[in-house]
């Protein structure tokens, strides 16, 4: 059995006129900021994408879905983690499990992260168990601290039996 571990990390800017959406669920921040970015923005599932693909050496998701290519434009991040999870399989390797923390002030993540995990793990194929999602703020420190941004970083690892 060989094993595999890939890291992820994404960023995306809070302005306003824009959903945010993390782990596929749309929430409401108090100043009605969302997350900017070519599909939805969701920093959660981009992370979780580059955790997979890094795991395999097969880039990044900017390769596999190009910010200037308008396939993508307002694209549902959880669909695209379903192709990243099918090129996994094709490769010969499944999950065993992925790992994340959302760095964000507002809005608070604890109620929904249950719904996030079930939505990441549907659509990696895996149990709700092997989905981890917590959040954390940055004390106010940084551009996520000021609000300027949510960030997430993430782990995977991969199985080939």
Known sequence: MQLRIGNGYDIHRLVPGRALILGGERLQHPEGL???GHSDADVLVHALMDALLGA?????IGLHFPPDDERWRGADSLVLLEQVAALVRREGW??????????????????HVPAMRAAIATRLGVAPEQVGVKATTNEQLGPTGREEGIACHAVALLMQP
């Open 34 to 36: 969302g997350l900017d």
């Open 56 to 60: 395999l050496s097969l880039g990044d």
């Open 94 to 111: 499944q999950v065993v499990n992925v790992d994340s923390v959302v760095v964000a002030e507002r809005p608070k993540l604890k109620p």
